[in-house]
């Protein structure tokens, strides 16, 4: 028997606030659109991030896959599979105490199509990884068009947010996105031509942005470095 996740389920009123708009529009262009696998992962992605926050320690995470949602919606994705793999994207790797079968209980027990955890797992990291494992991983969603897609609006959201980090871990989320997320876009842009406008506009903003960061974290580094070498003469 599939279990059912409630839309009306009861959360924290103050929390609710930060996303209720994006939330209620997903709800609403589901129902507009039909898209009833996107309906249930957007119950799922509530129900399970209820309790986790951003690295801010106050932002609800579920604020993530929502802004990761609605920004591919905004640039014309309206394909069933991948706005519901967009919520679910950070499910099993940051749910797994709710996931005992690794995911697999979101197929068999809530209805979710296969398609959507095989996405969800490609997209899933492990933390620590060398460059030779992040490459591996990367290359594994480069070759799937809808897992492309929500990487890199999940990057585009994320390094947005980039305040958050420590400066060395600022500096090593530019650089992987350097080397590895802005040529994985020009890939995704030269060989799946039905994505191409999406995935030029995604590639455009998360190079702008990580320019950005990059230029404002060098002031910042020389301005420390000169800082202290004033303190020492």
Not at 89 to 116: A, M, N, Q, V
Not at 152 to 167: I, W
């Amino acid at each position: 028997m599939k279990k059912t996740v409630s839309m009306n389920d009861v959360f924290d009123e103050k929390e609710e606030v930060l996303y209720i708009r994006p939330y209620m529009f997903i709800k609403g262009y589901c129902i507009a659109k039909d898209l009833e696998q996107t309906l249930i992962a957007l119950a799922i992605a509530r129900k399970f991030h209820n309790g986790q926050y951003r690295k801010d320690g106050k932002t609800p995470y579920i604020v993530h896959p929502l802004k990761v949602c609605t920004t591919l919606i905004g640039y014309g994705i309206d394909d069933d599979i991948i706005l519901a793999a967009s919520l679910l994207h950070d499910i099993i790797e940051d749910c797994s105490d709710k996931l005992p079968l690794g995911g697999r209980e979101l197929e068999t027990e809530y209805g979710l199509d296969h398609e959507i955890i095989d996405i969800v797992k490609t997209l899933s990291k492990k933390s620590g990884m060398e460059q030779e494992e992040l490459a591996i991983y990367f290359d594994e969603i480069k070759k799937n068009p809808k897992a492309l897609l929500i990487k890199l609006s999940d990057r585009l959201h994320n390094s947005s947010t980039l305040y958050n980090f420590s400066f060395p871990k600022m500096r090593e989320y530019i650089e992987e996105t350097k080397n590895f997320i802005i040529p994985m876009a020009s890939y995704g842009k030269a060989y799946y031509p039905k994505y191409t406008n999406a995935l030029s506009i995604l590639k455009n903003n998360i190079s702008s942005l990580n320019t950005s960061m990059e230029i404002m974290l060098n002031k910042f580094e020389e301005y420390i470095e000169e800082s202290n070498n004033q303190q020492g003469n």
